[in-house]
């Protein structure tokens, strides 16, 4: 089970952090990815850790504003965002998977199946 929370309303160039806490599986050897859909969009890939080796992919819109960092000790999977814009607002979802290949391959292929998902948490910038 995925549980994600943090969101929020932020000012445009402010911060928030994501937080997305596992449980029921082996946190130690799994890939957690953050994903996100803004209303009448596709949902997109963000980013993605593999717990087993601290792997990290960033997707390009993000790449250099968002950190995502693990904690073991908490199961618990972080994301960083700062120097929001508006172009991020979205709802957020966390997921799992065994195969860290195949997180990196969901953050970058919309649409991928990925079975094991976090309900969702707002993420709204105001401009």
């Known amino acids: 089970q995925l549980q994600a929370s943090g969101g929020g309303l932020v000012q445009a160039g402010g911060s928030l952090r994501l937080s997305c806490a596992a449980s029921g599986f082996t946190f130690d050897d799994y890939a957690i990815g953050w994903f996100r859909q803004a209303p009448g969009k596709e949902r997109e890939g963000v980013s993605s850790?593999?717990?087993?080796?601290?792997?990290?992919y960033y997707a390009d819109s993000v790449k250099g504003r968002f950190t995502i960092s693990s904690d073991k000790s908490k199961n618990t999977v972080y994301l960083q965002m700062d120097d929001l814009t508006p172009e991020d607002t979205a709802v957020y979802y966390c997921a799992a998977d065994s195969r860290c290949h195949h997180m990196v391959h969901a953050v970058v292929v919309p649409g991928t199946t990925l079975n094991d998902w976090g309900q969702g948490t707002q993420v709204t910038v105001s401009s």
């Open positions: 850790i593999c717990t087993r080796d601290g792997r990290r």
